[in-house]
């Protein structure tokens, strides 16, 4: 009787397939994580095998064949094949999809997976060995093997043809020739060996206490929160513990939100570990994904920094996992396959039994209740590296003040003072374009995007007007299309005009705005980001991207010029990425020599959160908010899941949730609840109307026990099959 073989197969269906192995297949070539080739209906899909039974549903006459096994080892190694099957029972996701997920696009379009090795040509020992007079005399009527063998007897290393056409011109005949007298070969050209090693910082008390901590136990799961104040060195920690793990001969796995944001963060590994660093982007070609994926699994690496799904790639010699700014909502993906990095890295760890730690300025509320559970070892670091206190906000109250373009005079003030005394200055705008509203000064007429509930922003210099939702542009309009008047109003503020009106007032000096529009083309970034690290009187306008994670030196102002909008959020995690993004971006200033200074410009200086910040840190702040989640059973006191629908016809997909709602009481429990369904709190966005249920429970396992087989039945409903849903299990955003 042979065995029965599951397989994950790219299909949006919630299971496995069961199969026959192909004919006379022994029992040992059917290993977990080999690619396999299958029928599908009418089609052939290439699928993973991750399991064999005994036993099959599927009656005896109905099961097919397999058609070929594409890997004679697995492709993926037990202990990540475990943590995708706990991956697509967790948030309850198709299996197929999830592996489409884990894998590089070129294995999952069935490319060996393999490096490939450049090659280039070298010398022989036969060449190597040769009397350079033999050489001279045997080469003296052929030049072009002349130059060829005098240069590549210059390298030690294999050089490749790239090299040779640079430098040589026509050098293949001469090759030719070389290589039939057996004094060159083509070989493959080793990886160049890494520069001078940086060596280690002495550490402070604290740095010292979470380095030890960490590495006191590398031989088990242990999660560690540390939360070390912005600038208080934790890059220095991680990288402190890496090198005990290196030398352990283990290799470490650091995710980061975004690498493209943080240049400066590879650069720091690569100078500890130099030419044992990988690094996995979205930059990188399909070809170079999979080599550094490749790279990791043989154990050629020794260090791998990447962005979300980088926590799929397979180690060789796993030692530990490091999640910095483990707070940021990036590492939650938000469509198709909807997991956290970072909780995800933290189920790895403990699969693999070893040590993960979770970095960040602002801990997530979760995990903060984690460590306060008991669950997390949690490490602090009080104190700046540099012995500086990090700044605490202070409240500009703007109301009633003179305003210029959204900036008070105090403000404007502030700029002037800190760029005559030689330092940098960054005003922090978390909102790009010139002006979020155009609207008509004759008639009110305001300019919507036509396929979302929302204004389109002005760009000026571009004359664009743009949707910042779905990405539509149109020409800004001469006459306005309501009453044909001519006079348009700019309503609110964004980071193009604040630009402009700082480039007037602070004319002698730099204004360099960093956000999405000028960072586009590739090099951009980290031009600005250089001049900016130079450190020359300047003043940095931005968005979000200048809040992550960058060290400048010299910015010894910061100026936060209109948060007001995370106060009256009608997301329940408002607040929590209130506090985080203010003290982040506040924890830009004062990193080097001199002390910081940071002010907020509110409507609402009153507002009890915001007092609770500026006046007792973010861990008392945190300590509020997570009271008020309590009070209000949301998480992490509560588990929630929220099942979304989308159509281009307005009721499609409340039709269907409601029909999910219908079909759900079989199996609701007690302590599980259904809420909805409702409008999505942006509606119509891209041309589709979207809608939501959320799923309320007391406790995971209830939760997950309701999903389960809900989620089953809804694939089978018509109304479904008219609209596009996703589950998405402990949401992060609830748009
Ligand atoms: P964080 O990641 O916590 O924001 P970083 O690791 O970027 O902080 O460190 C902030 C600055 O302090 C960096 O310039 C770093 O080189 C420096 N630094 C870190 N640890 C030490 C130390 N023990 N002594 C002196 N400087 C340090
Ligand atoms: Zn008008
Ligand atoms: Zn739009």
């Given at each position: 009787?042979?065995?029965?073989?599951?397989?994950a197969?790219p299909?949006?269906?919630?299971r496995?397939?069961?199969?026959?192995?192909?004919?006379?297949?022994?029992?040992?070539?059917?290993a977990?994580?080999?690619?396999?080739?299958?029928?599908?209906?009418?089609?052939?899909?290439?699928?993973?095998?991750?399991?064999?039974?005994?036993?099959?549903?599927?009656?005896?006459?109905?099961?097919?064949?397999?058609?070929?096994?594409?890997?004679?080892s697995?492709l993926?190694?037990?202990?990540?094949?475990?943590?995708?099957?706990w991956?697509?029972?967790?948030?309850?996701?198709?299996?197929g999809?999830?592996?489409?997920?884990?894998?590089?696009?070129?294995?999952?379009?069935?490319?060996?997976?393999q490096?490939?090795?450049?090659?280039?040509?070298?010398?022989?020992?036969?060449?190597?060995?040769?009397?350079?007079?033999?050489?001279?005399?045997?080469?003296a009527r052929?030049p072009r093997?002349?130059?060829?063998?005098?240069?590549?007897?210059?390298?030690?290393?294999?050089?490749?043809?790239e090299?040779?056409?640079?430098?040589?011109?026509n050098?293949?005949?001469?090759?030719?020739?070389?290589?039939?007298?057996?004094?060159v070969?083509?070989?493959?050209?080793?990886?160049?060996?890494?520069g001078?090693?940086?060596?280690?910082?002495?550490?402070n008390?604290?740095?010292?206490?979470?380095?030890?901590?960490?590495?006191?136990?590398?031989?088990?799961?242990?999660?560690?929160?540390?939360?070390?104040?912005?600038?208080?060195?934790?890059t220095?920690?991680?990288?402190?513990?890496?090198?005990?793990?290196v030398?352990?001969?283990?290799?470490?796995?650091?995710?980061?939100?975004?690498?493209?944001?943080?240049?400066?963060l590879?650069?720091?590994?690569?100078?500890?570990?130099?030419?044992?660093?990988?690094?996995?982007?979205s930059?990188l070609?399909?070809?170079?994904?999979?080599?550094?994926?490749?790279?990791?699994?043989?154990g050629?690496?020794?260090?791998?920094?990447?962005?979300?799904?980088?926590?799929?790639?397979?180690?060789?010699?796993p030692?530990?996992?490091?999640?910095?700014?483990?707070?940021?909502?990036?590492?939650?993906?938000?469509?198709?396959?909807?997991?956290?990095?970072?909780?995800?890295?933290?189920?790895?760890?403990?699969?693999?039994?070893?040590?993960?730690?979770?970095?960040?300025?602002?801990?997530?509320?979760?995990s903060?209740?984690?460590a306060?559970?008991?669950?997390?070892?949690?490490?602090?670091?009080?104190?700046?590296?540099?012995?500086?206190?990090?700044?605490?906000?202070?409240?500009?109250?703007?109301?009633?003040?003179?305003?210029?373009?959204?900036?008070s005079?105090?403000?404007?003030?502030?700029?002037?003072?800190?760029?005559?005394?030689?330092?940098?200055?960054l005003?922090?705008?978390?909102?790009?374009?010139?002006?979020?509203?155009?609207?008509?000064?004759?008639?009110?007429?305001?300019?919507?995007?036509?396929?979302?509930?929302?204004?389109?922003t002005?760009?000026?210099?571009?004359?664009?007007?743009?949707?910042?939702?779905?990405?539509?542009e149109t020409?800004?309009?001469?006459?306005?299309?309501?009453?044909?008047?001519?006079e348009f109003?700019?309503?609110?503020?964004?980071t193009?005009?604040?630009?402009?009106?700082?480039?007037?007032?602070?004319?002698?000096?730099?204004?360099?705005?960093?956000d999405?529009?000028?960072?586009?083309?590739?090099?951009?970034?980290?031009?600005?980001?250089?001049?900016?690290?130079?450190?020359?009187?300047?003043?940095?306008?931005?968005?979000?991207?200048?809040?992550?994670?960058?060290?400048f030196?010299?910015?010894t102002?910061?100026?936060?010029?209109?948060?007001?909008?995370?106060?009256?959020?009608?997301?329940?995690r408002?607040?929590?990425?209130?506090?985080q993004?203010?003290?982040?971006?506040?924890?830009?200033?004062?990193?080097?020599?001199?002390?910081?200074?940071?002010?907020?410009?509110t409507?609402?200086?009153?507002?009890?959160?915001l007092?609770?910040?500026?006046?007792?840190?973010?861990?008392a702040?945190?300590?509020?908010?997570?009271?008020?989640?309590?009070?209000?059973?949301?998480p992490?006191?509560a588990f929630?899941a929220?099942?979304?629908?989308?159509?281009?016809?307005?009721?499609?997909?409340?039709?269907?949730?409601?029909?999910?709602?219908g079909v759900?009481?079989?199996?609701?429990?007690?302590?599980?609840q259904?809420m909805?369904?409702?409008?999505?709190?942006?509606?119509?966005r891209?041309?589709?109307?979207?809608?939501?249920?959320?799923?309320?429970?007391?406790?995971?396992?209830?939760?997950?026990?309701?999903?389960?087989?809900?989620?089953q039945?809804?694939?089978?409903?018509d109304?479904?099959?008219?609209?596009?849903?996703?589950?998405?299990?402990?949401p992060?955003?609830?748009?």
């Open positions: 009787m042979p065995l029965i073989c599951q397989v197969l299909t949006p269906l919630r496995l397939f069961d199969y026959l192995p192909p004919p006379r297949t022994p029992e040992d070539a059917l977990p994580g080999i690619r396999v080739r299958v029928p599908f209906g009418s089609r052939r899909l290439t699928g993973v095998l991750v399991g064999t039974s005994q036993r099959t549903h599927v009656p005896r006459d109905r099961l097919k064949e397999m058609e070929a096994l594409l890997d004679t697995p993926l190694p037990a202990d990540l094949l475990e943590l995708l099957r991956a697509w029972t967790y948030y309850h996701h198709p299996p999809e999830t592996l489409s997920t884990a894998l590089p696009v070129l294995l999952r379009r069935g490319s060996p997976a490096r490939t090795r450049p090659r280039g040509w070298t010398v022989t020992t036969a060449g190597r060995c040769a009397d350079p007079t033999t050489i001279a005399t045997a080469l052929a093997q002349r130059a060829v063998m005098e240069f590549l007897l210059e390298h030690d290393q294999a050089v490749s043809a090299t040779l056409n640079k430098t040589l011109g050098w293949r005949g001469g090759l030719a020739g070389l290589g039939r007298r057996g004094w070969a083509q070989v493959e050209i080793q990886a160049p060996a890494g001078p090693v940086e060596p280690a910082r002495p550490l008390e604290s740095q010292q206490s979470a380095v030890e901590t960490i590495t006191g136990a590398l031989d088990g799961f242990g999660a560690y929160l540390l939360h070390g104040v912005t600038g208080s060195g934790k220095e920690v991680y990288l402190q513990a890496i090198a005990r793990v030398e352990r001969g283990q290799q470490a796995l650091v995710m980061v939100p975004e690498i493209g944001l943080t240049p400066q590879c650069d720091r590994f690569e100078a500890r570990f130099p030419g044992r660093t990988g690094v996995l982007h930059g070609t399909d070809r170079e994904r999979l080599d550094a994926w490749c790279a990791a699994r043989d050629d690496l020794s260090v791998l920094i990447g962005t979300r799904s980088a926590v799929f790639t397979p180690l060789a010699r030692g530990l996992f490091v999640v910095d700014e483990e707070h940021d909502l990036s590492l939650k993906q938000q469509d198709g396959f909807r997991y956290s990095a970072r909780d995800l890295a933290v189920m790895r760890a403990r699969l693999l039994d070893v040590p993960v730690v979770l970095g960040s300025a602002t801990p997530s509320l979760e903060l209740n984690n306060e559970r008991g669950r997390y070892t949690l490490l602090r670091l009080p104190d700046r590296a540099t012995g500086h206190r990090a700044p605490t906000p202070r409240i500009l109250d703007v109301r009633t003040r003179p305003m210029s373009e959204g900036l005079d105090t403000l404007i003030n502030a700029v002037r003072k800190h760029l005559r005394e030689r330092g940098q200055v005003l922090f705008l978390n909102r790009r374009g010139f002006a979020p509203v155009l609207v008509c000064h004759e008639c009110g007429w305001t300019a919507d995007c036509p396929r979302c509930d929302a204004h389109m002005l760009h000026a210099a571009a004359e664009k007007l743009r949707c910042h939702h779905c990405g539509a020409s800004v309009p001469m006459q306005c299309p309501g009453c044909g008047g001519q109003l700019h309503m609110g503020h964004g193009e005009r604040l630009e402009g009106f700082l480039r007037k007032v602070f004319s002698d000096t730099p204004v360099l705005r960093v999405r529009d000028t960072t586009r083309r590739k090099g951009q970034l980290k031009a600005l980001l250089d001049q900016a690290r130079a450190g020359d009187p300047a003043v940095l306008v931005g968005t979000q991207m200048l809040a992550k994670g960058h060290d030196p010299n910015i102002l910061v100026g936060i010029v209109d948060m007001d909008q995370g106060l009256f959020s009608t997301d329940f408002g607040p929590e990425r209130m506090g993004l203010i003290t982040q971006v506040s924890g830009r200033a004062g990193r080097g020599e001199r002390e910081g200074e940071v002010l907020l410009q409507h609402q200086p009153d507002h009890p959160l007092q609770t910040l500026l006046a007792d840190g973010y861990s702040f945190a300590d509020a908010a997570l009271a008020e989640r309590k009070a209000a059973a949301l992490p006191y929630l929220l099942l979304r629908a989308e159509s281009p016809q307005q009721a499609a997909g409340e039709r269907f949730l409601a029909e999910a709602a759900a009481s079989p199996w609701l429990t007690e302590g599980v259904l909805g369904p409702v409008p999505a709190p942006m509606e119509r891209a041309g589709r109307f979207r809608s939501q249920l959320l799923v309320h429970s007391a406790w995971r396992e209830a939760l997950h026990t309701f999903l389960d087989p809900w989620v039945k809804l694939e089978t409903l109304s479904a099959r008219k609209v596009r849903w996703s589950l998405d299990v402990d992060v955003d609830m748009y």
